[in-house]
């Protein structure tokens, strides 16, 4: 055997592929080759290397759960599938509108590379919706009255729907900081559920169709429709919250 | 008496759910991102479950992380195409890398965090080998099967993976190896 096919075959003889015929002709060319046999050596090495680094990522638990969750299959341990062992004393609106922002500022947190400058926008953002009579600037349920009310304070003017037959009260909107630039937040609620619909102009034209993503517990559906970005957020569920945008792109 | 479904779900559960680790594995490693891995790795598995009435027996860790690695490329060309974009082969396939001592990879010294970065540049193809078969140690008829290409497609990302690695451990990027120049026998 020839020192070019040699190279060719090593890794696959390392690895236990080859045949036997060509296996014994690599090990005797082995015996004869320097080059190779280094070659060889540095093969084994790489291997060992690999081995020794443990870069075999673990599940993490929660992930079977969903999964278990998903299926219909019972789940082992007794924690509840939406169960937050964080649950603040305070209900309303304030609470799931803070949280919702946090984890979607964690979501948009993850999705960027560089999250220097986004985590200070992230946190500015977060800090001012802690301040209590901050989550809601605008307290109206007349679209008529929340969309003119974004006119003067934001360079667009989003879309403000009523969804009150199909049950999403519109309970009024705010203004808030995402990505290093001011947007709009339309607040709805169904039944205990906040959903808060982020709005902001997209950069691109394009239209994209709505993604669906899950973080800890909440819900998050995005698309871009007609140079608008939208972000729906809310710990409703996701068949819903389906309904929810649905009806919001139509 | 139990239904149709619920033996189904008995036996889906039995066989297939498992192999979790696994899928999550692969599909941290494709998307290169903890929460997309367990997005990636959700979907699938409901998607399993649908195909699961046409799993015939075998290996259905192969079967599952064949479901895993589609999901995880129709994923990423939905959200993230610009990940998928190949990075360039730095290996220049017929040379020597003359002079590079097995010492130098430094088995126990290397880095997790070097190893780690160097197979997370790789491309995704090769990532993808390198990966079903240094962490999964699945075959190359395994790989093959799963990443829907001919085995001899398996042994060329495989060997080409690998060499970028050990050009990256070794510092190999500065280095210009030498062209082949002795006599072959």
Redesign the interface.
């Known amino acids: 055997m020839r020192c070019k096919d040699t190279r060719e075959l090593i890794g696959a003889y390392i690895d236990g592929e080859l045949d036997l015929a060509r296996s014994l002709d690599i090990e005797g060319h082995l015996l004869e080759c320097s080059i190779c046999s280094r070659e060889s050596d540095n093969q084994r090495s790489l291997h060992r290397a690999i081995k020794s680094a443990e870069l075999y990522f673990e599940a993490p638990p929660a992930l079977e759960k969903r999964i278990r969750t998903g299926l219909g299959l019972s789940i082992r341990s007794e924690a509840k599938r939406w169960s937050l062992s964080w649950r603040w004393p305070i209900a309303g609106a304030s609470v799931a509108a803070t949280v919702a922002i946090l984890l979607f500022a964690a979501l948009m947190l993850n999705r960027r590379q560089n999250g220097d400058l986004l985590a200070q926008d992230v946190v500015s953002s977060h800090m001012r919706s802690l301040i209590p009579g901050h989550t809601i600037d605008v307290l109206s349920t007349d679209q008529h009255t929340v969309k003119p009310w974004f006119n003067g304070r934001l360079d667009f003017s989003p879309p403000v729907k009523d969804l009150t037959g199909i049950g999403f009260n519109l309970t009024g909107g705010r203004l808030d900081y995402v990505d290093s630039r001011p947007v709009a937040v339309v607040v709805y609620t169904r039944r205990l559920h906040t959903i808060n619909l982020y709005i902001w102009p997209s950069n691109t034209d394009a239209n994209a169709g709505d993604a669906a993503t899950a973080r800890q517990g909440y819900n998050l559906i995005h698309w871009t429709k007609e140079g608008m970005i939208f972000w729906a957020v809310s710990d409703l569920n996701t068949s819903e919250l389906h309904d929810f945008v649905k009806a919001q792109r139509e | 008496m139990r239904s149709l479904e619920q033996d189904k779900?008995a036996s889906?559960?039995r066989a297939v759910?498992p192999h979790?680790?696994a899928?999550?594995?692969l599909a941290?490693?494709l998307t290169r991102?903890?929460?997309d891995?367990?997005?990636v790795?959700?979907e699938a598995?409901?998607r399993a479950?649908k195909f699961f009435g046409g799993f015939r027996g075998g290996d259905s860790r192969s079967w599952l992380l064949t479901i895993v690695r589609n999901t995880c490329y129709t994923w990423m060309n939905?959200?993230r195409s610009r990940d998928l974009t190949t990075v360039l082969d730095e290996e220049i396939h017929t040379v020597?890398?003359?002079g590079?001592d097995?010492e130098a990879?430094?088995?126990?010294k290397?880095n997790?965090d070097v190893?780690?970065r160097a197979?997370d540049e790789l491309s995704m193809e090769f990532r993808e080998a390198?990966v079903l078969?240094?962490?999964e140690e699945m075959?190359?008829k395994e790989i093959a099967e799963i990443s829907g290409v001919p085995l001899g497609t398996v042994?060329s990302r495989?060997?080409r993976g690998?060499k970028q690695?050990?050009q990256v451990?070794t510092g190999g990027k500065g280095k210009r190896a030498r062209a082949?120049n002795?006599s072959?026998?």
């Open positions: 779900l889906f559960e759910l979790l680790g899928a999550y594995n941290r490693w991102n903890e929460h891995a367990e997005d790795a959700q598995y409901m479950f939905q959200n020597e890398s003359e590079l097995p990879l430094l088995l126990e290397v997790s190893l780690k197979l390198v078969r240094e962490l075959s190359y042994m495989l060997a690998r690695l050990q451990l082949s002795f072959r026998p």
